[in-house]
């Protein structure tokens, strides 16, 4: 019989200090019980960030900030170390491991400081110190549990294309790069932990799959492997009905399918990297969110169906830093090919568009981007229409910060008619101005814009009105 295979990624909050990476390596222990393991780990949390804050200080010629982050990288790793490994001979072997990764990271600060240039390839290696300092530390501490257990680097296994800062894998290179680094590790029963968030070009260089990527990662190892399960180890319980920090009777959701959960992560619940779900979909292959704070509970599975409720919204959620563009003006009316200019640029830039709306006066077309983006794609734009804007046939571009998407979602909001009405009378009533409004014709979605201060009124209104704060029947 094939043994079973495990996928389980644990975020960076799960493997934020020496207890937390002790838990994860008993939940490693005790998943290895009844399947092969292959652990995917994030950075310790607040790691990344701090790198990029660094990296942008080094950029402008600043000498002191690689000395000053490796330094306390070092406390910090050295630190877990101690708590994590007993035995002195074991803990040396991983220090020396850390140390290469510290030594690679001082030279790369020093490059950047000293040429005052950060180019998106080297910030990609730059990030990628946090999980190749995370992943050797929770291979430790599950050799600590008396299991055999291995770091391993996402270079040699998850193979990408070259777009640094947001890459995407190439599915064929890496299943065969998982046969030959992974699949015999498995079958000589060692666990190997995987740095998340980080691959490499066929040509090796390194790159990485975007913020919050190691969620990605465990999908493309748990398909390219055909994993019977994958684990999202994270610090919440699952996926909720609503953000809890805004609707206080959220509560989790047991069952939720592919598009559902996939349609919540691009709407900005922060549980799932957006891609996540994308490589394990046409294989169906079950995604489990869990609580390593709390492994006794059972989160929520990521199935191909889901699970069916009454109504058909299954969770709202909100999505705070976006912008919303426009462009527009009388003058765009009959200009051939606005939409198609305007979302190729977009397009060229990887900017993540969440919603798009066009009226038929054809006046505006509106869209939403993350904020991170915003600045770059309105840059862009006006690029891009130069010539219209300086002939007044597009008359203007302009950008709102002080917007918020908020999406109903359900699958099974399909067919049911009914809800978009119902969402927009409880709105109404509670004086909540729409400013957008859209619905893809997957009725999956239905997704409005209002001003960032009617965020939390819209949301518990819709959350009331829907009766989701119900424990389902
Ligand atoms: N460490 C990376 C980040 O913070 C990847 C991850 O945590 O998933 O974005
Ligand atoms: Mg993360």
């Given at each position: 019989m094939e043994t079973r295979i495990q996928v389980m990624k644990f975020g960076g909050t799960s493997v934020g200090d020496a207890a937390c990476i002790a838990r994860a390596?008993?939940?490693?222990?005790?998943?290895?019980?009844?399947?092969?393991?292959?652990a995917v780990v994030s950075a310790m949390s607040g790691v990344t960030n701090r790198l990029i804050a660094a990296a942008r200080r080094a950029e402008t010629g600043d000498q002191t900030a690689g000395p000053e982050i490796v330094a306390?990288?070092?406390?910090?790793?050295?630190?877990?170390?101690?708590?994590?490994?007993?035995?002195?001979?074991?803990?040396?072997?991983?220090?020396?491991?850390?140390?290469?990764?510290?030594?690679?990271?001082?030279?790369?600060?020093?490059?950047?400081?000293?040429?005052c240039e950060l180019t998106l390839r080297t910030l990609d290696t730059i990030l990628s110190l946090g999980e190749r300092l995370s992943a050797p530390l929770v291979?430790?501490?599950?050799?600590?549990l008396g299991l055999r257990s291995k770091g391993v680097?996402?270079?040699?296994?998850?193979?990408?294309?070259?777009?640094?800062?947001?890459?995407?894998?190439?599915?064929?290179?890496?299943?065969?790069?998982?046969?030959?680094?992974?699949?015999?590790?498995?079958?000589?029963?060692?666990?190997?932990?995987?740095?998340?968030?980080?691959?490499?070009?066929?040509?090796?260089?390194?790159?990485?799959?975007g913020?919050?990527?190691?969620?990605?990662?465990?999908?493309?190892?748990?398909?390219?492997?055909?994993?019977?399960?994958?684990?999202?180890?994270?610090?919440?319980?699952?996926?909720?009905?609503?953000?809890?920090?805004?609707?206080?009777?959220?509560r989790t959701i047991p069952e939720i399918s592919y598009r559902e959960a996939a349609e919540l992560a691009y709407f900005g619940a922060k549980v799932l990297h957006p891609k996540t779900l994308n490589p394990v979909m046409r294989a169906g292959i079950p995604v489990w969110i869990r609580n390593s704070f709390a492994p006794d509970k059972i989160g929520t599975k990521i199935t191909p169906m889901?699970?069916?409720?009454?109504?058909?919204?299954?969770?709202?959620?909100?999505?705070?830093?976006?912008?919303?563009?426009?462009?527009?003006?009388?003058?765009?009316?009959?200009?051939?090919?606005?939409?198609?200019?305007?979302?190729?640029?977009?397009?060229?830039?990887?900017?993540?568009?969440?919603?798009?709306?066009?009226?038929?006066?054809?006046?505006?077309?509106?869209?939403?981007?993350?904020?991170?983006?915003?600045?770059?794609?309105?840059e862009a734009l006006r690029k891009e229409f130069a010539q219209d804007l300086a002939h007044e046939k597009v008359e203007h571009i302009t950008i709102d910060t002080n917007i918020a998407i908020v999406a109903v979602i359900g699958e099974n909001m399909r067919g049911t008619p009914g809800v978009a009405g119902k969402t927009f009378?409880?709105?109404?009533r509670e004086n909540v101005n729409l400013i957008a409004i859209a619905q893809g014709s997957s009725e999956a979605n239905i997704s409005f814009v209002v001003e960032e201060k009617a965020v939390k009124t819209a949301l518990n209104t819709t959350h009331r009105e829907f009766g989701l704060g119900l424990p389902s029947s």
């Open positions: 390596a008993q939940i490693i222990a005790a998943a290895s019980r009844a399947s092969a393991c292959v306390a990288l070092c406390a910090q790793h050295e630190d877990a170390l101690k708590t994590l490994v007993r035995d002195e001979t074991a803990r040396q072997a991983v220090s020396e491991q850390l140390k290469a990764v510290f030594q690679e990271g001082r030279r790369l600060f020093e490059g950047t400081a000293l040429l291979a430790a501490a599950v050799r600590e680097d996402a270079t040699d296994v998850i193979a990408t294309d070259d777009f640094h800062g947001s890459a995407e894998p190439l599915m064929d290179r890496t299943r065969e790069q998982c046969e030959v680094a992974l699949r015999p590790l498995l079958a000589d029963g060692i666990i190997p932990v995987v740095t998340g968030f980080i691959g490499a070009t066929t040509s090796g260089v390194l790159t990485t799959l913020r919050g990527g190691s969620d990605y990662s465990a999908t493309i190892l748990g398909a390219a492997l055909s994993a019977d399960e994958v684990i999202i180890w994270t610090d919440v319980e699952g996926v909720l009905t609503a953000d809890p920090r805004l609707v206080a009777d959220a889901g699970q069916s409720i009454g109504g058909g919204v299954k969770a709202l959620t909100a999505i705070q830093d976006v912008a919303l563009i426009t462009v527009g003006g009388p003058g765009i009316v009959g200009l051939p090919d606005v939409v198609g200019r305007t979302f190729s640029t977009t397009a060229e830039l990887r900017a993540n568009v969440l919603l798009i709306s066009q009226s038929s006066s054809q006046n505006d077309i509106c869209f939403i981007v993350s904020a991170g983006d915003a600045k770059r794609t309105v009378n409880a709105l109404g």
